[in-house]
């Protein structure tokens, strides 16, 4: 008899661990300033990249600078993908108005074996809210082969369909950039995911522009050059997908910002907030944020 309850009081106290990471009542409260955007403006979207960082002391260290960060513009939506390991600790430590993202997530639509995969529907119940899909490392690969165009789009979809929101990255590396295809490249990565995504689906989607020789190098696409290539996608969606859509979907960039350049870059009128890495593992991310304008009441 002794061993049936053992088992009985271990599985209830697993599920009550469980229940306090998901429902993450005791999140700290946020801040926030100045007025919302007005209907139609869209809403800057601000997110963090951690990528592969972080130990738990230091993962804790940030949560509390963040959480020290003061006040989020009103016009911004602020998101911090983690590594999977960390995201039940961001979901009870971090303030309740930065939502918390994954970086990846499996094109399998269900549970199953498929193992060292985390489905979609999975981080929904952890309470999860976003996922990044399609990031120029994954679709690069480091040391196994590269997810492809199709792949990344069915990810997007799958994500979408499980209630998650997305950030999708798309972008060109240096020599295409420097050959003048930087468009088609973008199209190319949009495409596959246009066929499969509905005009609904498309509210749960920011299109992250980063140009892959911008991505960790110290070298930044100047204000002008990025705005050129957000106002392209943007007609792009535009003919490809409908006006609405085009005029909805938020792009943000991803090519190295930080605290000094994310004022300019955020002024430009197709940039729609940013998809940060190295800025957002300091104090610096809190100053990206700061960066966007706040609406006067």
Do not use: A, L, M
């Given at each position: 008899m002794f061993v049936p309850y053992l088992l009985t009081t271990l599985s209830s106290q697993l599920t009550s661990t469980v229940k306090h990471f998901v429902h993450h009542e005791k999140r700290p409260k946020g801040s926030s300033k100045g007025q919302?955007?007005?209907?139609?403006e869209r809403k800057n979207l601000i997110g963090g990249n951690w990528k592969c960082n972080g130990t738990l002391a230091s993962a804790k260290e940030l949560i509390e600078t963040l959480n020290k960060g003061g006040a989020i513009p009103a016009t911004a939506e602020v998101v911090v993908a983690v590594?999977?390991?960390h995201i039940p600790l961001v979901l009870e430590k971090l303030r309740?108005?930065?939502e918390v993202a994954a970086q990846n997530c499996g094109v399998n639509e269900k549970q199953g074996a498929y193992t060292g995969e985390i489905c979609a529907s999975q981080l929904v119940d952890m309470g999860v809210t976003w996922v990044v899909i399609g990031h120029s490392e994954r679709r690069e690969g480091f040391g196994m082969a590269g997810e492809d165009n199709e792949l990344v789009a069915k990810?997007?979809?799958v994500a979408v369909d499980a209630g998650l929101k997305v950030m999708f990255c798309i972008g060109e590396k240096k020599e295409e950039r420097e050959a003048g295809v930087t468009l088609d490249v973008c199209s190319a990565q949009l495409a596959p995911a246009a066929k499969l995504l509905s005009k609904e689906d498309w509210s749960k989607v920011s299109i992250a522009?980063?140009?892959?020789w911008a991505i960790g190098t110290g070298l930044t696409a100047t204000p002008e050059m990025a705005q050129e290539t957000h106002a392209s996608i943007r007609k792009?969606?535009?003919e490809n997908v409908s006006e609405d859509v085009a005029k909805a979907v938020r792009i943000q960039y991803g090519g190295s910002m930080k605290g000094s350049n994310a004022k300019e870059l955020l002024d430009q009128p197709d940039i729609d907030g940013g998809l940060i890495g190295g800025a957002s593992l300091t104090a610096d991310f809190v100053t990206c944020?700061?960066?966007v304008a706040c609406a006067e009441s």
């Open positions: 919302p955007p007005k209907e139609g590594p999977f390991i309740d108005d930065i990810k997007v979809k522009y980063e140009p892959v792009w969606i535009s944020w700061s960066s």
